[in-house]
């Protein structure tokens, strides 16, 4: 974005105005195959790695809509502001509170395959 005479000037086309995205800013877009082209390793690697990130904001997004919806009904922006400090407190603490279960299951099972008992499974 140089001054008047930069990229945004009227002698650059869509079409490399866009390539030049394409290149500057790492797209989020997943990338389709076809029959006729399909997806190459290095395109299906791109993929999958787009994929866990979106599922891992898909999932905050909807334990928050869960917890109180995307709508804040308070009078004032700071009071909104401490709504929302509370949801994502009260989700981040229910977040570790499911990873040190999930670590005290994974310690119980490495000692029960040491000791040869079952250990059973926790919900």
């Known amino acids: 974005m140089e001054g008047k005479s930069g ?14 995205y394409a ?4 797209s989020h877009i997943h990338e ?7 997806l190459t390793e ?3 690697a791109s993929n999958r790695n787009k994929s866990k990130v979106r599922a891992r904001v ?6 928050q809509a869960a917890m109180g919806g995307h709508v804040i ?4 922006i700071e009071r909104a502001k401490v709504k929302v400090g509370l ?3 009260a989700y981040n603490m229910k977040r570790w509170v499911q990873l040190v279960a ?10 029960s395959d040491q000791d040869g008992i079952p250990v059973p499974a926790v919900a």
């Open 73 to 76: 009904r308070t009078i004032g």
């Open 23 to 26: 290149v500057v800013n790492n």
């Open 58 to 63: 898909e999932h905050i997004f909807g334990a």
């Open 102 to 111: 999930l670590d005290a299951r994974k310690l119980a099972c490495s000692a």
């Open 87 to 89: 949801m994502y407190l």
């Open 32 to 38: 389709k195959g076809s029959r006729a082209a399909p």
């Open 7 to 20: 990229l945004l000037s009227p002698r650059y086309t869509i079409s490399e105005i866009t390539r030049f």
């Open 42 to 44: 290095e395109q299906k």
